[in-house]
């Protein structure tokens, strides 16, 4: 068997800004984001897969102060200071009515969505899908040379019916975008080393 080729292997530098060097940001300087960026870090991380190719993931960029003032409102004591001031802020949450979109995103198989005719297989898929996709967002907002800040610390039912009052979104993140600020680290906590975490059978 043939060597894995190099070709097509991203370089130290590039997996270093990916991941052995990113960190979560808890604070970020005045310098903006801008919609053309936002809309690129969608236009990369919309090609990660998921099952049947769902795509349950939907994204609402909080710009407005107005906006803003709505969301930190509903943020843990703890989030609060660093949503006020992050350049850009994302509420990432799926749409539990993914399946009404299937016969675009799978039309190899017509039978998609009437197989998510179940709300609970609906929810349960969403989830799943949804939270490969916020792993995306967090790499693909470092592919662009930003700091991602993800929380889960809000009121999730304040905060869905707040910004998905039809009822049929769920939250699973929130996450401050932009250049890293100062002190913008805690100290970096240890991971499992393969032996403790990876098996081969």
Known sequence: MSAISTERVLDATAQDLLFREARTANTFTDEP?????????????????????????????????????????????GNKAKTSTAPLVAILAVDIDFHENLPKTFPHFPGAKDAFADRNDRVASARL??????????????AHGLAAGPMAGFDKDALEKEFFPGGNHE?????????????????RNPRLDLHEAVTTV
């Not at 990660?48 to 843990?76: C, D, K, W």
């Not at 899908?129 to 470092?142: A, D, E, H, K, S």
């Open 171 to 187: 939250v699973l993140a929130v996450v401050n975008i932009g250049k890293p600020g100062p002190d913008a680290w805690y100290a």
């Open 129 to 142: 899908n949804g939270g490969l996709q916020v792993g995306y967002f967090i790499v693909g907002v470092r």
């Open 33 to 77: 984001v801008s919609d053309e960026t936002a809309h690129a870090i969608y236009d990369l991380i919309k090609w990660g897969p998921t099952a049947m190719n769902n795509q349950p993931l939907r994204i609402v960029y909080v710009r407005s102060p107005e906006a803003r003032a709505r969301l930190v409102e509903h943020m843990s004591p």
